[in-house]
Each structure stands twice: as C-alpha cells, then as structure tokens.
C-alpha cells in the first residue's frame, strides 16, 4: 500500500462518484477504478458499495477513510514543516552575544517575528571569545561581538562603530559636559571592561593613557558590562565601557561623556564559514544589519537636527 491508493480512495469518498473523482485527479477514470479494486483485494475487504449511482463507503470503508485522511494530514504537514525549516519560516535560531550588544537584538527581533512568528530563538551571552568557541562548536546559527576577530575562519559583516564612555556613579561630581579628556581620569578609581581576548577595548585604552604619560588605576575588569554598570552604581569607580553599553539601564539613570581622545570599538555579525547558515539565520543576519543601518542613520537625523 502506498499513500497515492490512500488519496485515491479518500478523493473518491470525497467526490461520492469515481467519475468526478478521476476528473479531480486528472486521470482516466478506467485506471482510477483498478486501483480502488487493487485497494480491496489487499485488504480482503469491500470498501464500497456500488449499488446506486454514488459509491458509498461500507463500515470498513468509513473507518479506512477517517484513518487514510489522518495519515494524509500527517504527510502533508511534515512534508510543509520540513519546507518551512528550509525556508527558515519555523524551528529555532540561536544566537550568541556579547553583553554590551544586547541592546542591539530587540528591534530586529520584532521584525523578524512579525515575519517568521513560528522561529523561536535561543540567547547566549558571554565575552567575544566565547562568542566565537559557540560558533566554532556548532552551538550557534550566528554571534555578535566586537572586533578583532580572533578564528581565521569567521564571515563577518560590519555593524557599527562607537566611542568609549566614562559612566560616573551617582553623586560623583567627574563629568561636566558631553566630554572628558583622558588625561583627567589618571586620578580616579576605573573600572574597563576586559574579554579574553589578545587585543581590545582593555588594551586600547590602557595605551592611550599610557601615551598620555599616565598609568591608569584600574582597580577592575570584567567581560560583562552588566557587572560594571552594577558596581557604578555603588561607587565603586569610574567605568570604562563601550557607549551602546549605557542602553541597557533606562535612559537617564547614568551620567556618562565621551572620552577624548576617541576611542572607538567595532562591532560585527560573525558566522561560521565552514557551516552551511540556516534560511532562518540568512534571513534574520539581513533584517539585523538592515535594522542598524536605519536606527543609526536615524539617530544621526536626530542629533544633527538638535
């Protein structure tokens, strides 16, 4: 038994005639009736009684066609669920990123779960080493770090570039404007964020003060910004984070200014070249770099028109 005779069949309960039934077929009506004869003499039963004018199903011939529907259904919806996988329409996607990023993630997942509401995702955090030890492990579709890159063997699309901040803690009277000069941070307590990485934000900023005569007191580092900002908060010292960073508190809860000079840090999409990318990452690494683009160009409108 194959599932043609099982659509056969239901199509001819359907169609109460196997003429019209040929008809929706698009099939002679002659090979139409042998296969339905074929179909009883394999199950030693009649299926049809062919006393009037219309076929009717007999008891068995009910239970035959509820039960032949069910497996039809069942086809069907496989057949569309693992079309849909390869369309990147439904299943899961998983997604790495560095915590000073995340404030990146909502307004591109918005997008894509108006268009893709039956992909789910699967977030995982940590420094941007980690980030590239997940995509190397095959643990995730796609990740998002900051630059450089250290495995040889990552497609990168460029995100965006943005300053280094000095974020003050309550009370502290450091800041007073949209800038401070590096050279006016030798005095207090700092605390840099630092990944494991060779070269970052961590080394960037302490040779700029040391080119600036000056040995910065670091007294903490931390590849989660999230814990930096919390030990702003308790007057611990004068953080060192990327200014996407300030995002993730409400707006106006931290005092923070631009260092001079400027230092700046790259961020990226990044992806396994040695692994086939999922219709749904394709899709969701578009919508993701497509997003950036028009809410930092709109952030550019608003603060020129300002």
């Given at each position: ?5 099982l ?11 196997i003429t ?49 529907k ?40 918005r ?7 039956q ?19 095959h ?6 770090t ?9 497609g990168?699309?460029?995100l ?41 934000l ?30 702003v ?17 409400p ?32 899709h ?5 770099v ?6 930092f ?10």
């Open positions: 038994m194959d599932i043609k005779k659509l056969y069949f239901v199509t001819i309960v359907e169609e109460g005639q019209r039934a040929a008809q929706r077929l698009h099939m002679a009506q002659p090979p139409l009736s042998l296969q339905l004869k074929a179909l009883e003499r394999e199950l030693g039963v009649q299926l049809l009684d062919r006393s009037n004018t219309r076929v009717e199903p007999t008891q068995a011939g009910w239970t035959f066609y509820h039960r032949a069910e497996i039809l259904n069942s086809v069907e919806g496989m057949v569309t669920e693992i079309k849909e996988l390869g369309q990147g329409i439904r299943g899961q996607l998983s997604i790495g990123t560095v915590m000073s990023c995340v404030s990146y993630l909502p307004r591109p997942i997008q894509f779960q108006a268009l893709y509401p992909v789910t995702f699967r977030l995982w955090e940590g420094d941007s080493p980690y980030v590239e030890q997940l995509l190397r492990d643990q995730i579709d796609l990740g998002i900051r630059l450089p890159v250290e495995s040889p063997d990552m990168m699309i460029r965006h570039t943005e300053p280094l901040v000095a974020v003050q803690p309550p009370g502290w009277q450091v800041l007073h404007g949209d800038q401070i000069r590096i050279e006016e941070l030798k005095d207090f307590e700092l605390m840099v964020l630092h990944g494991q990485g060779s070269r970052g961590f080394s960037m900023f302490h040779e700029t003060c040391q080119s600036y005569g000056f040995h910065p007191k670091i007294i903490c580092e931390s590849p989660d910004v999230a814990t930096l900002l919390t030990l908060d308790s007057a611990i010292g004068i953080a060192i984070v990327p200014k996407l960073a300030v995002q993730l508190r707006e106006g809860t931290l005092v923070y200014a631009e260092i001079v000079p400027q230092m700046s840090s790259d961020t990226a999409i990044i992806w396994s070249e040695g692994r086939r990318l999922s219709q749904a990452a394709e969701f690494r578009t919508i993701l497509d997003s950036l683009s028009s809410q160009i709109e952030g550019s409108s608003d603060a020129n028109g300002l």
